[in-house]
């Protein structure tokens, strides 16, 4: 029985949810994989609860009465006095500041598992030395879940990069909350601003939906792509058109917003009038390799096309490459929800057990 032993830092919606996931799955990962998922400690931004095999499936209460306070350091020394054997740290915090304890996992010989994408959207002196300590200490950093939630966006473009091929442009509706609205708005005889509510209230938003108006998280999404395909660049490269409109931008409050809401309605309204029958609204972002243009923009699609035809809060993702010409390569599903999140995780926790040799 292969065994590894997961570090989880972050037990917010995704962490909770990869929790249960593996819990659920243990016993069949065991009998037909040969493989047994341990988590010994699980850690938020105050507290760290250790278990010295697995957590069980009463981990909240647990972490509620016996979760301790902690420094990354103490972590690491309880991991090195229990001598666990194949150690993978998997970050599902939201935070930037946590990223610069990587350095120290890796030196450790840890792998590492984020959905965080800040490691991959700091500048790019922080990613480049990420990838040399990765190297040089030959561990591994997976992050599938950074685009597209449990989709395989970066790693066919990883397969594609590695096998020579050449890819010349990538447009995608990356984010779930700005695709349910969109997909309604353009077919549906509904005021933004009650889509956006609609949205808030299914989950999809933040709590703040400006965060999703801005177009800030599309473009770290885009960021991280574009750094696959070895593309030079910071955030501040991403030209951003926001939805938000200035007047009720981050200086006001969000209740503020939320109470002026029905502002949006007029341009948007506008937008829509100018479409023609066969055409809908979509929230993209969009880098081109050869013009180095990153772009977050709001565009009109033909029906019939894969980002026009695209139902709910999927998301979608076309991969133009020399070989495919016009044609590109089509990845869609489902990308919003924190338990595609959690699979994502658990795929890149059992791909790299895989190179672990017990
Ligand atoms: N939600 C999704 O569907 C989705 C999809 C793909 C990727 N992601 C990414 O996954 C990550 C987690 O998302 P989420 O929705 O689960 O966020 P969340 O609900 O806000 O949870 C974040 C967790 O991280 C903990 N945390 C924050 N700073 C920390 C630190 N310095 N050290 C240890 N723990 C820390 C928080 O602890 P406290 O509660 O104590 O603050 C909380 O447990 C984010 O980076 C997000 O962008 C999310």
Not at 164 to 172: A, N
Not at 271 to 299: A, M, N
């Amino acid at each position: 029985m292969k065994k590894i032993h997961i570090i989880l830092f972050g037990v917010g919606n995704v962490g909770s949810a990869l929790i249960n996931q593996i819990l659920e799955a243990r016993e069949q990962l065991k009998n037909k994989s040969k493989l047994e998922i341990n988590i010994p400690v699980i850690v938020n931004s105050s507290s760290a609860f250790y278990e010295e095999k697995c957590v069980r499936p009463a981990w909240r209460t647990d972490f509620k009465y016996f979760g301790v306070p902690y420094t990354v350091d103490t972590v690491l020394k309880y991991i090195k006095k229990e001598a666990y054997k194949n150690v993978i740290i998997v970050d599902a915090t939201a935070s930037k500041e946590f990223v610069q304890n990587y350095s120290t996992f890796i030196k450790n010989g840890y792998d590492i598992v984020a959905s965080n994408k800040s490691a991959n959207t700091l500048s790019n002196v922080f990613y480049n030395n990420l990838r040399k300590q990765l190297k040089k200490n030959k561990t591994e950093f997976l992050y599938e879940t950074n685009v597209g939630a449990g989709l395989p966006i970066i790693q066919t473009l990883q397969r594609l990069h590695a096998s020579g091929e050449k890819v010349t442009k990538v447009r995608g509706v990356f984010s779930g909350s700005l695709s349910y609205i969109f997909n309604q708005f353009s077919q549906q005889n509904k005021m933004f601003d009650s889509l956006l509510a609609e949205a808030g209230i299914k989950g999809l938003t933040e709590r703040d939906p400006r965060i999703d108006l801005s177009g800030n998280d599309v473009a770290e999404k885009l960021l991280v792509l574009a750094r696959e395909l070895h593309m030079k660049k910071e955030l501040s490269d991403v030209n951003i058109e926001s939805l938000v409109p200035k007047h009720l931008n981050g200086r006001s409050s969000v209740s503020h917003f939320k109470d002026n809401l029905s502002d949006l309605n007029l341009e948007f309204d506008d937008l829509k009038d100018e479409l023609k029958p066969d055409e809908v609204l979509r929230h993209i972002g969009e880098l081109d390799v050869i013009t180095g243009s990153l772009e977050v923009k709001l565009v009109k699609e033909k029906t019939n096309t894969a980002f026009g035809s695209l139902k709910n809060a999927e998301a979608s993702f076309e991969i133009y490459t020399e070989s495919h010409g016009q044609f590109p390569i089509v990845i869609q599903g489902a990308a919003a929800g924190t338990g595609v999140a959690a699979r994502g995780i658990l795929a890149d926790l059992t791909k790299l057990a895989e190179k672990y040799n017990r």
